[in-house]
């Protein structure tokens, strides 16, 4: 039996007991089907059905892959599976474990979802040293979207924005070695098991950046280029403050 067929066969077996939960639901090899049709969760992350096929399989599935999940036949979704696993494997292969150690180049995606004056999409794409601490980490992305490191931040890691199962914090606005300002992304990754890594800036207008790594293979750093730098750019920076009107009044 080929890896596929083996990998077809326990997603069909994951499939098949999930489906049947909702008689109404067609046989249609969608994967959609492991869900109610009449009261889909608004976050399919961390729902049975993956939970089964994380557990299964030894992978992670955050909320994009989960979206594009649900809307995959069998066969697809088999076929990304063993995509997924295989470069898992590679990642772990002794010559990029040797190449971390030397530090290299991560790239990851830092996406504005929320803040009080939040109106249009931003999204900053940084290649950063993996070695780098999370103070740096925070430099970098108010750099990107040109704010005034003027109130105390916060990283943690959960399934989303709102729920936290690892806190890295500030104390007193300082950098402080002992709140886990000194930790370092490689000492941050890998996240808990189905979280993502968010940054919290001014805990008034709550700002919120999901940050997501790659899949981009790290390669050494180029000469000459100061990292962390911006390699792409999606959206106007926000605005921190709107501009005050002569009669506002506080």
């Excluded at 869900?35 to 994380?54: A, M, Y």
């Excluded at 470069?87 to 995606?109: G, M």
């Excluded at 490191?149 to 002992?178: M, S, T, W």
Aim: hydrophobic share 30%; charged share 30%.
């Amino acid at each position: 039996m080929t890896e596929y067929e083996t990998i077809y066969q326990k997603l069909f077996a994951i499939y098949d007991k999930h489906r049947r939960k909702y008689k109404s639901n067609p046989k249609s090899k969608q994967l959609c089907c492991m869900w109610s049709s009449n009261r889909l969760p608004d976050i399919l992350e961390g729902t049975q059905p993956l939970c089964d096929i994380e557990k299964a399989f030894g992978i992670d599935i955050d909320e994009d892959l989960a979206i594009e999940f649900y809307d995959m036949h069998l066969d697809e979704a088999a076929k990304k599976i063993m995509e997924m696993r295989r470069d898992l494997h590679s990642a772990e292969t002794p010559t990029e474990k040797d190449c971390c150690k030397k530090s290299v180049i991560w790239t990851l995606t830092v996406d504005c979802i929320t803040g009080n004056w939040r109106k249009v999409k931003c999204i900053r794409t940084i290649e950063i040293k993996s070695n780098d601490s999370l103070y740096a980490l925070h430099e970098a992305i108010q750099d990107a979207i040109d704010f005034g490191r003027d109130h105390p931040f916060e990283f943690h890691a959960g399934r989303n924005y709102r729920n936290c199962k690892v806190l890295y914090y500030e104390i007193d606005g300082q950098k402080c070695e002992y709140a886990n300002f000194s930790t370092t992304l490689e000492e941050v990754y890998p996240l808990p098991k189905s979280c993502k890594l968010y940054y919290h800036f001014d805990f008034g207008d709550d700002w919120y950046f999901e940050i997501r790594r790659s899949r981009k293979k790290p390669h050494e750093p180029e000469a000459g280029v100061r990292y962390p730098r911006v390699i792409e750019a999606i959206g106007d920076n926000p605005v921190q403050y709107p501009p005050l009107k002569d009669d506002f009044e506080f």
